[in-house]
């Protein structure tokens, strides 16, 4: 009976260092942007005063955030956004499920090597490793002269002039580590004797990846996705030094004009809450899947 008593104190308080830093650095600030968007200007100067009483809060302005994103000035930003992190999970998947699959089946004493040189680039800082690619890609870089060398291009291409390939490529170069892990080690796990039964019953290879690996790595595949979509959504620095230009521009560089270069931030109070709302509505619908999933695996 002590036994018992003394385990349900342990767990709550070795859980409360972690819900405290939950509390500190995430429940009080989105709070805040809480309190900025539902706030109400000041009668003077017209600058955003927060209001902390959720009794009080006025929901105009939200609205009407809402309502551009679906059909005025905002809905091209949104939609734009939607189709650069498309793209660049298609590549991620295109890219990473080889790798990992690799990994998984056939990197045999290489794959501790392996891994460590797909997460050497987490050693470096992101602005560090971005910074690097600005060289490569200028008009006179590296990139443009191998290019030209091979005759693939007659002329420069202006990669950092608002060119959306750019976004999308480095997006992919920054976030595809985050794909590959979580969906390595789904791989890793499925049973050797699965593909095996399936080789013995004379299915070839590639029957036996789309109806047996494939299938088997969904839920890897699907937390990849949630995992490298959610940063993306919320990337400003990315596009900001890739591009810098209005023709590319992003959820995430609205959110930073609007509460640090603009004087409307509450505007880009509720972005945020929209945007968080779009990554909440995400990740229940992958809850939701994994929870079935493994109510139909068992």
């Given amino acids: 009976m002590r036994e018992s008593r003394s385990g349900r104190r342990l767990w709550p308080a070795l859980a409360a260092p972690g819900t405290l830093w939950l509390l500190a650095l995430f429940a009080v600030p989105f709070y805040a942007i809480a309190a900025v968007a539902f706030g109400y200007p000041d009668p003077v100067f017209g600058s955003p005063v927060p209001e902390w009483d959720p009794r009080y809060w006025d929901f105009t302005l939200f609205t009407e955030v809402i309502q551009r994103s679906l059909t005025g000035d905002l809905r091209p930003v949104f939609v734009r956004t939607l189709l650069f992190v498309g793209l660049a999970l298609l590549l991620c998947f295109l890219i990473g499920y080889p790798v990992a699959y690799y990994l998984a089946r056939y990197a045999g004493r290489r794959r501790g090597l392996l891994l460590a040189l797909i997460l050497a680039p987490w050693w470096i800082n992101y602005i560090t490793r971005m910074l690097a690619w600005l060289s490569l890609l200028q008009d006179d870089g590296y990139v443009n002269d191998v290019l030209m060398a091979l005759r693939i291009v007659p002329d420069p291409v202006r990669w950092l002039s608002g060119n959306p390939y750019t976004v999308v490529l480095a997006l992919v ?67 900001t030094l890739v591009s810098g230009s209005p023709t590319t521009t992003m959820i995430g560089n609205q959110i930073e004009f609007y509460l640090l270069g603009g004087s409307r931030k509450e505007i880009g109070a509720s972005l945020v809450l929209l945007l968080s709302a779009m990554l909440m509505a995400l990740m229940a619908y992958y809850l939701i899947s994994s929870q079935r999933a493994n109510r139909e695996a068992s």
């Fill in 173 to 239: 170069y920054g976030y595809v580590p985050f794909f590959i892990v979580p969906l390595y080690a789904t791989l890793d796990r499925i049973d050797s004797q699965l593909l095996d039964a399936s080789r013995d019953l004379g299915v070839g290879g590639y029957r036996t990846f789309l109806h047996v690996t494939l299938p088997l790595s969904r839920s890897g595949l699907m937390t990849a996705a949630v995992v490298t979509a959610l940063p993306m959504f919320g990337d400003y620095f990315t596009n």
